[in-house]
């Protein structure tokens, strides 16, 4: 009788102990974990998300962006590099809380994931090798070979346009945005149809190389991505995207990326 009683009192001890003791400790967890955004880009997409080869760190537009989202937040940002190509899929596991790589703001991604107020404008164009004048705009594209990044809105475009009956002799399509160029470079493909500031920054990057036909053909606004169940953390970056915008630290970050 009497070792009974012991022995329930042990076990309430050890209950209050796990009550008191370990559930604030793992609160705390929880509540670090918050503390912490972590994003996920595809790093091969300069200007906006790349590894810097000389300081080895990833850099670019967006993750200046996140990392004074995420100071503006008082949230220690992690940065995650992954495929493009399952970038999505990769939110939804939750390997991360937040897509920052140039994604634009479709109503397809937008069944399945929530956009911050849109960020920057880009629009596609169309890029040929530089003194390759056979190709004036979209229609030309007939009988060409064109390169694009997969699953991204360059392939929807080219997708598209053969949909409507452009004879696109056939569409190439690859896992990074700087393989296109270096297709087209080879003589492999014709014609790379990708985001504006992309597209300059390649030709920057490769001087003579490259030439854009005309204008954009889209116009288009990147977002950064969430899951949909994270509305707290969507309100939260979207005010502090006023904050930024409004205190001239997103004009700081402008500047450094594309100039006045
Ligand atoms: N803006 C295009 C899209 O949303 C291309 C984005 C590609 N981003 C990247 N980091 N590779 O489809």
Known sequence: MKKKTLLYGLLIVVALVVVFVFGPVM????????NVLVVGCDAAFPPFEYLDEETGELTGFDLDLMRAIGAELGMEVVIKNVSWDGIIPGLLAGNYDVIASGMTI?????????FSDPYINAGLVIVTRAGDNRIKG?????GKRVAVQINTTGDLAATEMQE?????????????ATD??????NGAADAVVMDLPVAGAQIKA?????????????????????????????????????????NGTYDEIYRKYFGE
């Open 27 to 34: 609160q705390a967890a929880t509540k670090t974990d918050r």
């Open 106 to 114: 479709t109503e397809e991604r937008q069944q399945v994931v929530n």
């Open 138 to 142: 979209p229609e030309d594209l007939a």
């Open 164 to 176: 409507k009956g452009i004879k696109i002799a056939s569409i190439k399509r690859f896992n990074h």
């Open 180 to 185: 296109p160029f270096l297709e087209l470079k």
């Open 206 to 246: 490769n001087p003579g190389q490259y030439q854009i036909i005309g204008e954009a053909f889209t116009t288009e606004e990147y977002g950064l991505a969430l899951r949909k169940s994270d509305t707290e953390l969507l309100a939260k970056i979207n005010q502090a995207l006023v904050t930024l915008k409004a």
